[in-house]
């Protein structure tokens, strides 16, 4: 990749957790390089606690990197970059005190925009989400999924080059998440924005992302870049065809043993060979 | 109509009320009990028309008025200030938050001597107790407030580029308010009824004070009928700050 095309470069990074105390110090990434390219969609995937989010925290400047550099657009990362970086969070992270166009308005003004241009910046990020008749509405009163597009609204108002998701339909239920990653793609096409996506769903990483980066377990090192080369936007049938059901497979013989790895390590679960048997309940 | 319906809530409080009086006058009426200790309903209720309607009332509750509202003035800012300095850091809050639940702990009317020993038995021991006894729910709902404040929050304000005033204002006091304003809430009435109370132990003046002399005179009737008065200002005060409460509170 042209070094003019790279939007993001994360260049040997390394984190990890627990400074004051080495024994229980927990090494969550581990030289992690990624060149990500201007308008390119990367999904980060990986077992749970592999660094994913992390290192979408250390890009974005919410945290700063133990060893290694982030550059965006050739400057090293000190800090949240508001104008050039927005950020969609896993939970609802909407200011459940204002409406949903206000909670895009105090985004804005947060961001310093001019205070003539937020309420229409806010509307037509609003219609472009599919919320607009829910402009006046407080985040309690919307669904789990609208709230999800509110909060997307939120950072597409922002007008950023760079939009990094963390598993932002990680609460969401099956059918609602496909729904949005529809949508998702459609407006994603249309943005040419460059998009950092952390998901937990095989399919979703494959029916969104131009390139798949599979995480190793804890600490979390990057095992492999899968590209999935289909054009934008994503049609639903895509999400049935064989070539992402075979990417997913794919994707699936990648990260199974790391899982598994995982587990051991947290929970000290092994395959099950068998079952104990079933103790009396205590009376 | 509906059993639990909230009419027959009202219907059975208001049946409560009705019964206590309507016990009242029977007790009176019949001559089961000295007029001299609860006098009749009809002569409380002549005695309470009459302090009302001739404004007899102000001189003393203007004088409680005045005690809550100086007592207000130091509380409310400075257990919200002090509240929102201790909320800054995690080593203030657990080395000032369990001091101050220890302080709300104790009875502080037990201060009430030492205040009237540097106060005067006049109202300033009396804005003193208010004002102690007020601080507390009001630093403790403040450092509790603002030390809950959901991280998630914070982090999505700064990703936008909030930080110093705007942070503050436009986050973390919003995220804080509820629990701060049941905090003010709580103080605002029991500093309230700790200075009427103040008043009947030791005092010059004030609608507690108006009370104790109406019962050493034992002028019953009239100090039934400022009991009553007193027992309304505090609904009325309660009902203010309540819905104020929850107007602050509708998101």
Redesign the interface.
Known sequence: MNSRDVAIKVDNVSHAFGLEDEERRVSALENASLDIGRGELLSLIGPSGCGKSTLLNII?G?MPAMEGTVLINGAPVRG?L??T???V?Q?S?L????SVRENIE??L????APARERTGRAMDALSAVGLADFANH?P?QLSGGMKQRAQLARAMA?KTDILLMDEPFGALDEQTRMVLGEDLSVLLAQTHKTIVFVTHSLSEAVFLADRVAVFTARPGRIKQVMSVNEPHPRKPEFMTSDKLSNMRNELYELLHDEIRKTMMGTEGVAPIAAAPAPKRAAR | MKWGGKLVQRLVQLGFLVALLGTWHFMTATGTINPLLLPSVPSVWTKFVQIVSNGEYWPHLKITLYEYLVSMCIFVPSGLTVGYLVSRSRFTVRTFDPLFSGLYAIPQIILLPVYILYFGLGPGSKIAVGATIGFFPVVLNTIAGFSSVDRLYITAAKSMGASGFKMFWSVMVPAAWPVVLTGLRIGLIISFLAILGTETIVSLSGLGHRIVTLAELLNTSLMFAYIIFAVMVAIALNFVVSTAEARGKRH
């Open positions: 974005g919410l949240p508001p104008q970086v927005a950020y969070f939970e992270a200011f459940p005190w204002r105090l985004g003004s947060f961001q310093g407080y309690s922002l």
